[in-house]
């Protein structure tokens, strides 16, 4: 089964998140910030991590940053899911190594859909 | 496959609810002169979780003005703008009216929608309208954002190949042999260079062989994905819809290329580069200095339950122990030896049954901070508009009460609070005459107190005046008397329509009110206290009991009826003398009791039942005490005292009187519980001179 990290500090769109990607045949486990997703992310190697952007403790950026430091997340498909998808952040989400990114608000469908196709590709 | 999002939207209400509980909190702990970075980035992130929750589960109305909140935050939070009271005061308003939209949608309450327009409307004039963004717009279940569905691959394998550059009529054969492989897609051309997607059973060489028919076979990286992780091709997902390439809501960065790609065949003679990551840095921006946000981590381990499941708990919890009290009962007299572990069974049924009791009760429980938090904004606007400079200090926060209790508190806490600021504490100027600190200390505590909790309201302010409280009993037509002690004046003040703030204000109303606090409190099985020192202060304190559910009570036996008096009502029981009776108008009893007369109440004439003893002296007389008032109860016979789980009367028939509830003994009968604030407040307690 395919795993994959939920990192957002809002609990009902980490709720809808869990239960789309799950109705997908996906096994989720939720963090509520970077710091959390950041400690699940070391005790359970998953096989996409999708995050939020601004939350409180540790943001998306610096939590790709993290990620993207661990052996174990070198290459794994990490998307954010952003209410601003304009230049700064697109380059910014780049920069961080995140593999693409998805624009709140976005339906169940559409992120089932993002998150077949990175989980396919890798 | 459609999901259905509103189904999401209740855990949405809550969170919002919250998120705007913590705005405000924000909002008034935010040091205007110099304020915390930390704190506007929260107040930021609050506005924007509550933009970003609207939008994905259709809210437009609250989208509306989060929407120019974050914008004048965001220019805040980027230091293009300072933040003023004044942006603290619009962002409170702000508040109330997401408050008001948010009441709408989930209890559909009324929306005052010119408020929203208004506070718009003063936001847009505080930030530059042209650097507003669009909002974003709420999705719409109906539409479909899918446009195309594809059935997801079957293949086991997953093959890039990349084409040295070929003629369009070459491609175009090439794709169309390559496609009876399996699912190919038409990824991209970088450059002259093509590269194709395939998914297929077919290996490498089945691939190359094909694509020789065209082009020469070395020229053609194959490269297979994924090869190394089996686990991810093993269970793909179970839906599969697609999403077209031109649309931006969503999109892939190509460098940081995180597929796994496995070299098979390299067929040129120079390797084919490996993709590699970027390296990150490895620190964290930000060190999470906040203390506030660890607590929020509790939320990962609880769950939410409605209130309905944990009261069908806690009732089906009373029943098992009524049940085992049925069983002890019958238990009784038999024999120890032969039955030992049937009895010893019984004994543990019971310890268990009173474990869970408590445990299931205690789910009930809520911390007071859930009331203490709605005051700071309220000390904060009354004391601005009186002119006044007031700290308010909350301690005991954690201390738990049960939820009815909490919900009911409220009103008789504001009450009290209010007449603090308006009455206790005094303007600034007169503090500094009488040589007090300007700022004025109000004080909100909560502490454990035996079986109670006890909640006080201190000021440090004028004090209560005796001479006043007094006079205006006085010309109020109540009752007053030389000598009567501090405690005893300043329960006058408990008394109808009593007021003594020389201008009526429309903060505290016009003094009508703190019966009203004291009946509230009195029927909660609460009783209020007020100590006052005149220029020290005053402190009002409401002692309540932990729950409504449970109680101590003491069973009495009037005929064949058995009835509950609530223990803490109780203060003393004992057979009169004939001395010591006294009969007015030859219909009413007087007893004598610690130099005091008291009317005695015989309960079989207020519940209508036949007696044995209609005598005070063959009866047992029972001394019940609430407020000041007191009177002795007529009954045949004690019982005895046992916790009693309290049944709502009211919500199944109809109020009572003089019954506040019922409870099921263990013998399997019912028992009604006397309401004894009622039977004080009754026309037996009233002398007929």
Redesign the interface.
């Known amino acids: 089964?395919?795993t994959v990290l939920a990192v957002d500090?809002?609990?009902?769109?980490r709720?809808?998140v869990v239960?789309?990607l799950k109705?997908?045949?996906?096994q989720v486990v939720?963090a509520?910030?970077?710091?959390?997703g950041l400690e699940q992310a070391q005790k359970q190697v998953f096989?996409v991590v999708l995050t939020d952007q601004?939350?409180?403790?540790?943001?998306g950026l610096?939590l790709?940053?993290?990620l993207?430091?661990l052996p174990a997340y070198?290459?794994?498909?990490?998307?954010m899911l952003t209410?601003e998808?304009g230049d700064e952040m697109?380059a910014k989400?780049?920069a961080?190594?995140?593999?693409?990114?998805?624009?709140?608000?976005?339906?169940?469908?559409?992120l089932?859909?993002?998150?077949?196709?990175?989980?396919?590709?890798? | 496959?459609?999901?259905d999002?509103s189904?999401?939207s209740e855990?949405?209400f809550?969170?919002t609810e919250e998120l705007l509980a913590d705005l405000e909190r924000l909002l008034l702990t935010v040091d205007i002169d110099a304020p915390d970075i930390e704190d506007i980035?929260?107040i930021?992130?609050i506005a924007?979780?509550i933009?970003?929750?609207a939008?994905?589960?259709g809210f437009s109305d609250l989208i509306e003005i989060t929407h120019v909140l974050e914008s004048m935050l965001d220019k805040i939070r980027h230091g293009e703008d300072v933040f003023t009271a004044d942006h603290q005061e619009v962002l409170l308003q702000s508040r109330d009216v997401l408050k008001m939209q948010l009441d709408g949608l989930r209890y559909n309450s009324p929306v005052d929608v010119d408020k929203a327009v208004d506070i718009k409307a003063v936001l847009l004039s505080m930030i530059d309208k042209q650097a507003l963004e669009p909002a974003?717009q709420?999705?719409k279940?109906e539409v479909n954002?899918?446009p195309e569905v594809q059935e997801?691959?079957k293949f086991s394998k997953?093959f890039i190949i990349e084409l040295p550059e070929v003629s369009a009529r070459d491609l175009e054969s090439l794709i169309e042999e390559l496609s009876l492989l399996g699912d190919l897609t038409h990824k991209q051309e970088e450059g002259k260079c093509v590269i194709l997607d395939l998914a297929t059973d077919e290996g490498v060489d089945d691939i190359l062989a094909l694509c020789s028919f065209v082009l020469d076979p070395n020229l053609v990286k194959v490269v297979e994905?994924?090869a190394g992780?089996p686990?991810?091709v093993v269970?793909?997902?179970?839906?599969?819809?697609?999403?077209s390439d031109d649309d931006?809501?969503?999109?892939?960065?190509d460098?940081?290329e995180?597929?796994?790609e496995k070299p098979v065949v390299v067929a040129q003679a120079e390797p084919i580069p490996v993709p590699t990551?970027?390296?990150?840095?490895?620190a964290?921006?930000?060190p999470?200095p906040?203390v506030e946000?660890a607590a929020?981590?509790t939320?990962?381990t609880s769950i939410r339950v409605s209130v309905e499941k944990v009261d069908q708990l806690i009732n089906l919890v009373g029943e098992l122990v009524i049940t085992h009290a049925m069983i002890l009962k019958r238990a009784e007299g038999m024999d120890d030896v032969l039955y030992e572990t049937l009895l010893n069974g019984i004994t543990q049924l019971g310890q268990n049954s009173r474990d869970l009791q408590e445990t299931a009760m205690s789910m009930r429980m809520m911390p007071i901070d859930v009331v203490f938090s709605r005051f700071p904004r309220m000390v904060r606007e009354l004391a601005t508009k009186l002119g006044k400079q007031i700290n308010l200090v909350t301690q005991g926060n954690n201390i738990e009460l049960d939820k009815g209790l909490i919900e009911r508190i409220i009103d008789p806490l504001t009450h009290l609070v209010r007449n603090s600021i308006d009455h206790g504490i005094e303007t600034t100027d007169i503090r500094l005459q009488k040589g007090k600190s300007e700022l004025g200390r109000l004080t909100l505590s909560a502490t454990h107190q035996g079986g109670h909790v006890l909640i006080e309201v201190s000021d440090d302010g004028a004090g209560l005046n005796r001479e006043r409280i007094l006079k205006k009993a006085q010309s109020e037509g109540i009752a007053i008397r030389d000598g009567m002690t501090d405690d005893e004046v300043w329960q006058l003040i408990f008394a109808p329509g009593f007021s003594t703030a020389e201008t009526v204000t429309d903060l505290s109303g016009r003094g009508v009110g703190m019966d009203v606090v004291k009946r509230n409190i009195n029927s909660l099985g609460g009783v209020v206290n007020i100590k006052s020192v005149v220029g020290v202060g005053t402190v009002t304190s409401v002692s309540l009991p932990l729950t409504l559910a449970i109680m101590d009570g003491m069973s009495v036996k009037i005929g064949e009826e058995t009835y509950i008096l609530p223990l803490n009502y109780v203060l003393e029981s004992f057979q009169p003398s004939e001395a010591n009776l006294k009969e007015i108008n030859g219909t009413s009893s007087l007893i004598f009791v610690r130099d005091r007369y008291l009317p005695i109440i015989p309960l079989h004439e207020v519940f209508d039942i036949e007696a044995r003893h209609k005598e005070p002296t063959s009866g047992i007389l029972v001394v019940i005490a609430s407020d000041d008032k007191r009177a002795a109860l007529l009954v045949d016979e004690l019982v005895g005292q046992q916790q009693i789980v309290v049944k709502n009367i009211e919500s199944n028939f109809r109020k009572i009187n003089n019954i506040s509830g019922a409870t099921i003994m263990g013998d399997g009968k019912v028992s009604l519980i006397i309401d004894v604030s009622d039977l004080l407040n009754s026309q037996y307690t009233r002398i007929p001179l």
């Open positions: 089964m395919i500090d809002s609990r009902s769109l709720q809808m239960f789309s109705s997908a045949g996906y939720e509520e910030d970077g710091v959390d096989d601004n939350m409180p403790r540790m943001d610096t790709i940053e993290n993207r430091a070198m290459k794994t498909p990490i998307l209410t998808a697109k989400g780049r961080a190594g995140a593999t693409g990114w998805l624009v709140k608000p976005f339906d169940p469908e559409r089932i859909a993002v998150v077949n196709k990175v989980a396919n590709k890798s | 496959m459609a999901i999002i189904q999401f855990m949405f809550e969170e980035n929260g930021f992130r924007h979780s933009k970003g929750g939008a994905t589960f974003p709420v999705l279940a954002l899918v997801i691959s997953q994905k994924s992780q686990t991810q269970e793909p997902p179970k839906a599969a819809p697609t999403i931006d809501s969503f999109g892939f960065f460098d940081p995180p597929v796994v990551p970027p390296i990150p840095p490895v964290a921006k930000k999470a906040k946000a929020v981590n939320d990962a």
